[in-house]
């Protein structure tokens, strides 16, 4: 190890003892489980750490800050102890729930679940001579070889897109590191050992994260926190400083006491850029019909993979955002839905539900809210031109929206009017 390897892990280790017990937010954060090493970082397992040899470009300290800041808006907050045991784990292979990931509760959520909706259209829809309509047995029929390979289509999807179709850079950890701390920056004895591959072709970006899939796929991997890199890099710093606004300085914000994503982030994951907004297209004009001194960038193009929203506060508060069909009608029939500030997977097995229009009087939904308490994929019948919410109400002081469970509100988002028939599962509230 070079002088400068030790000079910083000594410098490094004096600091984690110092600090042990701080967050940057100024409060006591939970103690993890022990490490031997490091205790509050805990250093990623060393089967998973990448040998200098393989090639990449090593990250350079402007780099280190500028990550910092277009996540977190400083230098001086790393991502939490929940975020850095997060990572990509499949439910066990060849089971009800072979498809689907096991998704934390905090902020690292949502970046799960947006991957689990791509997951889900590379297992249905991605196979060469693939047909419209699936089966739910299929799901079930995947084992540990095809998990992996669908995530791997899954990340490879965004960061190609990020990387606006011509490129994209995935980060992977080495062992070396020669960045010496100073005093406006909060090194993590992660960020600051990143090592950058970028390929210009997608096969070869597809191939290369199924090559190293354990580095996002294993315990200690931080696999959220390299994925998320790796979305920013793709991407750059610079051309999401241009994607954001005033409304959203950065991607990450502090909800509760832990970070979550910006609605940016989802846009960024879903198709390649980080706008702000859910609305298609770009707003020149104001509610009061003024002209808006910046105009506001929605969504320019649709989707592989839509998104639904619904939240009771908002609309209860009437801020409920009206999300584009940009978003809400992508090429194939998976949705992130956001209700009620928690994020799920809505899918349909039929890919003809978009493109035909007789398909969407009746027809079938599945849900996965990517809890463990979800013993089976639950089966929802859509009926849209029966015209049940035309009867009369038992309780005519109560309000519908009140009424239904908040899953069928989010999907009436997309089909007005529709009655929704949960075949005996018990609704989702």
Known sequence: ????????????????????????????????????????????PQRLVISPGLGGTPVTPQLTESLRKILFGGTFHVFSYEWRKSFFKFREPNSDFSYA??????????????VQARIIKHLLFGQQG??????????????????????????SDSLWLAGQEATATVTLVTENYCITPHLDY??????????????????DVRKFLLDHIQSFTEEGSHGIILFLYSLICSRTVDRLRGDLDSSTAHLLHLSLGNFVCHQALLNLLLNGRASPY??????????????????????????DVGYLYWSRE???????????????????????????GSHSVL?????????DWRMEHQFQLFYYNGQNSQRTTARLSVDTHSHHWEAPCKDPDRDPEKRLPSLEMTIRTKWDGAVVNWNGTPPFY
């Open 278 to 303: 859910v609305f298609n297209g770009t707003l020149f004009f104001g509610e009061d019909g003024r002209p808006l001194e910046h105009p506001q960038q929605g969504v320019l193009s649709r989707s």
């Open 314 to 340: 908002k609309m209860d508060r009437g801020r409920l955002p009206q999300v584009g069909s940009m978003l809400k009608t992508p090429r194939f029939p998976v949705w992130v839905c956001c209700i009620n």
């Open 347 to 355: 899918f349909s097995l039929n890919r003809s539900l978009l493109s």
């Open 186 to 203: 909060k090194f993590d004895n992660f960020t600051e050992k990143l090592q950058l591959f970028t390929f210009t072709r997608e096969e």
């Open 1 to 44: 190890m070079t002088d400068c390897g030790r000079s910083y892990i000594e410098l490094l280790q004096q600091e984690v003892n110092k600090n042990y017990r701080l967050l940057d937010v100024g409060k006591e954060e939970e103690s993890p489980p022990p490490c031997k090493a490091l205790p509050l970082l805990c250093s990623i």
């Open 130 to 155: 693939a047909s419209n309509r699936q089966t739910l047995h299929s799901l079930r029929e995947v084992g540990q070889t095809d998990q992996e390979r669908a995530l791997a289509a899954a990340l």
């Open 101 to 114: 990931l096991e998704a934390d509760q905090g902020g690292a959520r949502a970046i799960q679940m947006v």
